[in-house]
């Protein structure tokens, strides 16, 4: 899988609950709609592990077959219409992608 990973805060002016429920619900219509996308998951932080982790709300990993297929995702109407409808929102997000590697779990059945 190729992930596409998002860390993200909300708007200054919204609440933590507000931007979860955006997340996980207008939001959500779009990005499950873009086009080659396998798998979502998401996260909504509920507690930072230490100081310099806090002030963000959740994380979303949206997994492609390929980076291509990523690539294509991103080019798309659907894609235009997720960033669109975030519009000039003025919470930060860190957004990164790479290759993934099942590290322990399910793969090998531990």
């Given at each position: 899988?190729?992930?596409?990973?998002?860390?993200?805060?909300?708007?200054?002016?919204?609440?933590h609950?507000?931007f979860?429920?955006?997340?996980?619900?207008?939001?959500?219509?779009?990005?499950?709609?873009l086009?080659?996308?396998?798998?979502w998951?998401?996260?909504?932080v509920?507690?930072?592990?230490?100081?310099?982790?806090?002030?963000?709300?959740?994380?979303?990993?949206?997994s492609?077959?390929?980076?291509?297929?990523?690539?294509?995702?991103?080019s798309?109407?659907?894609w235009?219409?997720?960033?669109?409808?975030?519009?000039?929102?003025?919470?930060?997000?860190?957004?990164?992608?790479?290759?993934?590697?099942?590290?322990?779990?399910?793969?090998d059945?531990?």
């Amino acid at each position: 899988m190729y992930n596409l990973i998002l860390l993200a805060a909300r708007p200054p002016e919204w609440t933590h609950e507000q931007f979860i429920s955006w997340w996980r619900g207008d939001h959500a219509e779009l990005t499950v709609q873009l086009p080659g996308l396998r798998r979502w998951l998401h996260t909504e932080v509920e507690a930072a592990l230490e100081a310099r982790s806090e002030g963000w709300d959740g994380v979303s990993i949206l997994s492609f077959d390929t980076r291509e297929e990523l690539d294509a995702a991103l080019s798309s109407p659907e894609w235009k219409a997720a960033v669109e409808q975030v519009g000039d929102m003025r919470g930060k997000r860190i957004a990164v992608m790479g290759a993934e590697s099942a590290m322990f779990g399910a793969v090998d059945g531990r």
